[in-house]
């Protein structure tokens, strides 16, 4: 179905069909657009060259063009109902998927589309001021066209708490807008939405590792039998590729940039150059990572042994799984600390299916790494550290490693240790201060800041010097 634009809030549920739900969301519309007025980009400007969803199909779903911010047409869009979809995992595997949400599972699916939706305003605001020292107006344009999305994607979560949720849904869509990145009285629920994105490195590292998490959370959601969720992340998943495509080539551009400049200057000291030392390109990724890593849970979880039994939260491209999709007898190992040691241990697969999806996700930003590192060889930089992850136990506040002192190499320390390693781990006040020193705005048609390369070209064929925000 494809999208009705001349509704007020536009989409490809017949909304108009169901004047009660239409109602309820016309009245939450305008909170939105207040909470976007107020914790929205700081950033005044006339219009940006945005992509807007027009299609939920295969081919052609999006249109270009120069949007007001505050005129964009957030709305609700679910990919293509299949009728024949059947539940693909745990104990209601085969049968038909859900319409509507069982009442056994109403708390459970609610809070994970609370969960999921709180990121996405989160995100929003963590970015906030970042559009004050972008480095060009192609990464100003992408940084609004990854923030309406993510307003977008709050819609999505509101929309499937309204319609399905009743009274408690309309509270919780409320208390989305209500909470707020780094409040101390209501903070968003989950840690790493929680810290600050002040520079466009820590954006870079922001959108290749935490919205990575998102393409993994949504991947799993995806396959819930609550089909309206699945429908809806989706299509979510068609939007958020640009968003990592983001974080991707912007840390490509900040390593070569700094490989073209060590090379220049003969030296891996390139601060004084302008440009961002390697060794804090690694700093910034061990903290992005670890962060990231927290946002999956504990590696035992009975939370999610219990979605995926009852079919609301499958694994990670659970079709293509060749086992029996139920998982009552397998069993799985996972690292985990003991006596001072990573050890080992086998655990039943379904209690460890946040550590499923994790592996996933760790082999995924693995191809990052070694494209940059790729980026650091095709310049001859030779002699100095490779760019790397960090092992899984490092920084950790959620899970297993909780409260251990890990190094990025594996070795599990003391505190004093750990407190002595740490400016060599984790970016120091003068790594942020030098990265700070960088971010200034350069708003002229097709000029780069100076500490990262160019991008390779332009949004939608259009040229690099093109006029992606007017102010
Ligand atoms: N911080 O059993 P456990 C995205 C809570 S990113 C604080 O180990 P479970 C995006 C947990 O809720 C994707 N609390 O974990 C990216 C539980 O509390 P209750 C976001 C945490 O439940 C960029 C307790 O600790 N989507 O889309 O198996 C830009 C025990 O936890 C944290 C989702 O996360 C934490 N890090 O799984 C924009 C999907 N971790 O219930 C957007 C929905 C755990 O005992 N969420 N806790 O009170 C979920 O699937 C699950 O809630 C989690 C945790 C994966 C987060």
């Known amino acids: 179905m494809s999208i009705d634009y ?110 999921q939706g709180d990121t996405e305003p989160a995100s929003v605001e963590q970015q906030r001021r970042l559009g004050l020292t972008a480095p060009s107006l192609y990464d100003l344009r992408n940084l609004f066209q990854v923030n309406v999305e993510e307003g977008r994607h709050l819609w999505a ?10 009274r408690s849904g309309r509270d919780e869509a409320e208390a989305l807008l209500l909470r707020n990145s ?3 009285d209501a903070p968003r ?44 992340c989706e299509f979510m998943l068609k939007e958020e590729a640009h968003h990592m495509f983001v974080g991707t080539t912007g840390v490509d551009r900040v390593v070569e940039r700094a490989a073209q400049l060590m090379r220049e200057h003969d030296t891996a000291d390139i601060a004084a150059h302008g440009g961002i030392p390697l060794g804090v390109i690694q700093k910034y990724l061990n903290f992005h ?36 999709h139920v998982l009552t007898e397998v069993v799985t190992a996972i690292e985990q600390p003991e006596g001072g040691r990573v050890v080992s241990v086998e655990l039943p697969a379904l209690t460890a299916l946040n550590h499923d999806l994790r592996t996933a996700y760790i082999k995924d930003c693995e191809t990052g790494v ?7 060889d095709g310049h001859g930089i030779t ?41 060599s781990w984790l970016p120091t006040p003068a790594d942020k201060a030098h990265v700070e020193s960088l971010m200034r705005p350069v708003y002229e048609p097709g000029k780069i800041a100076a500490w990262l390369a160019p991008p390779r070209s332009g949004i939608n064929g259009q040229p690099l010097d093109y006029e992606y925000v007017r102010f």
């Open 6 to 115: 001349s509704e007020r809030i536009p989409n490809n549920v017949d909304l108009a069909g169901d004047r009660r739900l239409q109602r309820a969301l016309e009245s939450w519309q305008p909170r939105f657009l207040q909470w976007w007025g107020e914790m929205g980009p700081t950033l005044p400007t006339q219009d940006v060259y945005l992509r807007t969803a027009v299609d939920v199909g295969r081919a052609g779903w999006a249109h270009f063009g120069r949007v007001r911010l505050p005129d964009y047409r957030w709305g609700i869009f679910l990919a293509e109902r299949n009728p024949d979809r059947r539940i693909a995992f745990g104990q209601h595997k085969g049968e038909p998927v859900w319409q509507q949400v069982p009442g056994e599972h109403r708390a459970s699916l609610q809070r994970l589309i609370v969960v």
């Open 157 to 166: 979560m509101v929309y499937l708490l309204h319609a399905h949720f009743g």
């Open 182 to 184: 780094g409040s101390e």
């Open 189 to 232: 629920i989950l840690g790493a939405f929680n810290e600050e994105t002040p520079d466009w490195l820590s954006f870079f590292m922001f959108t290749y590792f935490t919205d990575r998490d998102g393409k993994y959370q949504l991947g799993t959601l995806k396959e819930s039998a609550f089909d309206p969720l699945s429908r809806t």
């Open 289 to 324: 990572y670890s962060v990231s890593l927290d946002l999956f849970g504990g590696e035992t979880s009975t939370n999610v042994a219990n979605y995926f039994s009852s079919g609301l939260k499958g694994r990670w491209q659970e079709e293509r799984r060749g086992d029996d």
């Open 370 to 376: 070694t494209r940059w590192n790729r980026i650091l």
């Open 383 to 423: 002699g100095y550290p490779r760019l790397a992850l960090p092992h899984v136990g490092f920084n950790r506040r959620v899970g297993a490693f909780a409260g251990c002192h890990v190094t990025p190499g594996g070795q599990i320390t003391d505190a004093a240790t750990w407190a002595a390693g740490r400016p």
